[in-house]
């Protein structure tokens, strides 16, 4: 039996267990997946139990996708460039850490059937994830990425020749009333807030969020309601996890799981 897991803080909300417990069992695969809730000086001792082959390979989440790098032994190319990792397999006695988040938002995008070449794009928040989007919103050929954060410096640190950094306290002067935004932070996951102030979202808007429970955050829902079109994080979710299964089994296993099935089955338990 192969062990797998998703290590974050908090963890309680991840549907990782679910959706990967549920591909096991349809597949008749020997393995099993826990969540993992950690506390940052525990991180030594997760990344024991993959070395010690207790885990075959983890997933990483909320606050940890920057801070597990420096513990593991080789970082794929990607990852390194994009500088977060959210899925560790051991390969060679060697722990090796990967990025499946850019691909999960990738192919989100894509069977949306957003278009996103030559376009300017908001995007809020700093973090790991917001990390991965910036790779993908730039693989897209996207034109210009306004990064909003709370946190000005961290933003100034992600800025290139596409990427503009900003306070989130300016977006009156730089949304517009047909932009597309991506939510990267957690706001909205487990409070009512927004990430900025209602009065600037319009129906003629594309939102993206990328957490998937609730199902909706209240950006997302407010914008569906006044007619906006949307997007949550379970395409982007499902996509990375099937990444993810691919790199540890070293085969193809995401070309065997039936994507409207095992959404269907995510959805049916967030709502
Ligand atoms: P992850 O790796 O999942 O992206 P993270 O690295 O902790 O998580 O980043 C979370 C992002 O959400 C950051 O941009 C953070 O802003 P700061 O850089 O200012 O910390 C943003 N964020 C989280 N909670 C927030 C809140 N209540 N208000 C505004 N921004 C918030």
Redesign the pocket.
Known sequence: MKHFAVIGNPIKDSLSPLMHNWIFRNLDLQAKYNKIHVEKEDLPKVVKQLRDNVLCGINV??????KIMKFIDEINPRAQSIG?VNCIMSKSDKLIGNNTDWYGFTKAIKINHIELHDKEVIV????????SILFSLKNFGVKKIILL???LQ??RKLEDDIVIAYS?DKIESLIKYDSIIIN????GMYTN?F?FEIGFINKKQFLIDIIYTPFETPFLKLGKKIGAKTLNGLDMFIFQGLASLDLWFGEDISKQVNFIQIKSYLEAHIC
Do not use: L, M
Request: hydrophobic content about 30%.
């Open positions: 989440t909320i606050p940890y996708k920057e977060s809020i928040g700093a973090g790991g994830v917001a990390k954060n709370r946190t961290k933003a989130i990267t932070t957690s706001i807030q990430p």
